[in-house]
């Protein structure tokens, strides 16, 4: 008798100890720590594949036996390395539902210091921009319309004074304005006065201007080129050229090719030393179908999802006195959440990037380090000044989020 009790406790011990707890509550609530980035999840365990309009996020994992997972979905904060993360997160972050808004996507939100003001806009057949006064102690939304109206603004980038937009829209016959191409397009922020730089390439239009940067040495305009706009149904131009990423230098009006291959080159960013850029290749979300005429778009505006498809983080080596990128190499596979859509570089070199439910941050050499999660769908996201450079406003579908930590952007100029 004795002989079985002693049996039994000891199986009882070993199996407790056996009981992993991948996922903890760690530093504060809603931040919960993973044990060695996950890497060992116990069987049987199992995430289902995005697929079409269908997409899940790391947190949905199924790992039935082991109950802290549940802590994972829940997270405001997700660290996969926690001494990194806590610098990140410094000793007060946090995570604001700030504003609802509609289901479209919504991109190119830009800080302009001095107003104190964020904008964006909605991907959708609207010429309405969206405006974030952080003036007073509680911040406020409104619309606005550019004079001439942008249609369908997709990236956004300040630079001296005045907010770059890459368009994405394309269209002859846009209400309250004239006939607009994508292309690239200044606003005045404190008139809203526009004046179109580049609407065309040799005669062809542009199928979806996505993203924008502006080196700030050089002046040299970076932007990148999908196919977005066609399948959201905001362009009534089929394809003219093939997806590619270009630099544009405003002073002498010329565009060169700086890379050619990505299917749908989307998120670009530069780092604060000038020695490397960052490109998305976000073919994962979109149609791998031929681009035609007789393929317009999934059958509604819309995205679908191919979970074997390019979600990628490209690194690239800038050389050329600023001209020309080299060594492109991935490093970064974004199935955290859907695909690797805004894209910036913060002040110490960490890339973070909007991706599904939140942000992903990893350092420069792609190695995660947090994730921030919303209660939506994160298109993109740009850093204020409040705290020099601790905060981040995130836009996406259905929500406007602010996050503040100790992650500094790099300095709007
Ligand atoms: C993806 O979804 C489609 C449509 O619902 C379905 O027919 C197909 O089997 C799914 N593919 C996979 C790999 O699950
Ligand atoms: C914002 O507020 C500051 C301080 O109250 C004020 O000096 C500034 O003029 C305001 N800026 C705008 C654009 O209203
Ligand atoms: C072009 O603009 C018009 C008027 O604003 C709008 O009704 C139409 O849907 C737009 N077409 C496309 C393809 O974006
Ligand atoms: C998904 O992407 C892979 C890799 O690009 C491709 O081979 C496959 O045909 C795609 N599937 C669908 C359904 O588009
Ligand atoms: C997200 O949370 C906010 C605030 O808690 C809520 O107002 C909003 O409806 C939520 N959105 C979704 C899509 O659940």
Sequence with gaps: MRFTIALTTTFTLAAAAAVIHIAQECLLPGVVCLQKHAAKLPYPFFREPVNGTFFNTFGDTEVPEDDSWDLVAKADFVLFDEERGRQVLGEYPSIDFMFEVSPYLHE???FVPGLNKIFFSELSPTIDQ??????????TLSTFVADPPIYVPNGAFYHEGKVYYSVAGSNATVAGGPEQRPGIVLMDPWTYKTTTVLDNYFGFAFTDCDD???DPITGFVWFTVPYYSWWLEVADIAPQLKSATYRFDPATGSTVVVNDEM???NG???????????ISDTAAAGLSAPISLDVPSPGIPGILFNNTGKRTIYKFDLVDEGRAIINKRPIHYDVIGTVPDGLKVARNGYVVTASGNGLSVMDQFGDMILRVQTNFTANNFIWTDAND?????IVGQGGVARVKWDLQ????Q
């Design 263 to 265: 299917r749908s080159p």
């Design 268 to 278: 670009i960013a530069l780092s604060p030393d000038r020695r490397h850029l960052y």
């Design 409 to 412: 952007g790099q300095r709007a």
């Design 212 to 214: 924008v940067i502006v």
């Design 108 to 110: 190119s939100p830009v």
């Design 389 to 393: 450079y601790r905060e981040v406003w």
């Design 130 to 139: 969206f405006v974030i006064d952080l003036n007073s102690t509680s911040p």
